[in-house]
């Protein structure tokens, strides 16, 4: 269906949007006719996202960056109050701004820190400085909060950023319950949950989606009404997450050890698994 949220006039604003699935977002947006707001860092990436958004945009200054710390509350207001001096409430709100350092248990505090400023604070600052906003527009609206399959299985390596994910996770539902019990909102969250994707200045990988084919997935789920918008890719099926993430869970349920499917003694019993 065509959506309502995502309709010429309307405003969509993505976080992270210099690069990688931000930027692909933020190019679909405009070509559906949106105002785009970009917020990144400032800097020669977010400059050369806006100008090829831009190019896809309906109307000259339809492609608006912001530069922007979205782990920073005043700076993320600021942008806010940019973005709703001149459309009232924007109909999408995508915090997808993400940071990769954070690494393991005994990393440094400064590392860890950083992960869940950026992928934590980052997007409950989004949802705190647009949404209220939007619900008050009382018009059809999205919030989407970019999540990871690693905040679901938590697999070894980096525990930072696993830990800010899983709070991603865990805060959207908890939105998603308290938009649909307040009276009259019509603004909705969903958790994009990316596959394996080439994403910033990364060599593409057979198996790996572009982000591109993240946004048409994503676009179809919204389209559908779906909360969690699991990506597959082309290493990774959907039955194989449905697996991976059933026996996650399972590790809790059957009183396993954590990290089960990583323990060599729990391997011939993950292989045999068939939910």
Same mark, same amino acid.
């Given at each position: ?117 950026? %992928? ?33 299985? %938590? ?121």
């Amino acid at each position: 269906m065509p959506h309502a949220a995502v309709a010429r006039d309307k405003a969509a604003v993505v976080t992270g949007a210099a690069s990688g699935i931000g930027r692909a977002a933020a190019t679909r947006f405009a070509a559906a006719g949106m105002r785009v707001y970009l917020l990144d860092l400032p800097g020669d990436a977010l400059e050369a996202a806006q100008a090829e958004v831009a190019g896809h945009a309906a109307e000259p200054g339809h492609a608006v960056a912001l530069p922007c710390d979205v782990s920073d509350e005043a700076e993320m207001r600021r942008a806010a109050a940019k973005v709703i001096s001149v459309c009232t409430a924007p109909s999408i709100v995508m915090n997808n701004a993400v940071t990769r350092t954070g690494g393991g248990v005994w990393n440094p505090w400064a590392d860890w820190k950083k992960a869940v400023d950026v %992928n934590l604070w980052g997007v409950i600052n989004g949802v705190r400085c647009f949404v209220p906003s939007m619900i008050s527009a009382g018009a059809r609206a999205h919030v989407i909060n970019v999540g990871s399959k690693q905040g679901i299985t %938590n697999p070894p390596g980096n525990t930072a950023y696993n830990v800010t994910k899983a709070a991603v996770k865990t805060y959207t539902e908890a939105l998603q319950h308290d938009l649909r019990t307040t009276p009259g909102c019509r603004v909705s969250a969903h958790l994009l949950i990316p596959g394996w994707t080439t994403t910033g200045d990364r060599e593409h990988k057979p198996g790996a989606w572009l982000p591109d084919q993240v946004v048409d997935y994503m676009m179809a789920g919204l389209e559908a009404g779906d909360f969690y918008i699991l990506c597959p890719d082309d290493e990774t099926t959907p039955a194989m997450d449905r697996k991976r993430i059933l026996w996650a869970a399972g590790d809790i349920t059957e009183n396993r050890p954590p990290l089960s499917r990583w323990d060599p003694a729990c391997q011939a019993a993950f292989d045999a698994f068939d939910p």
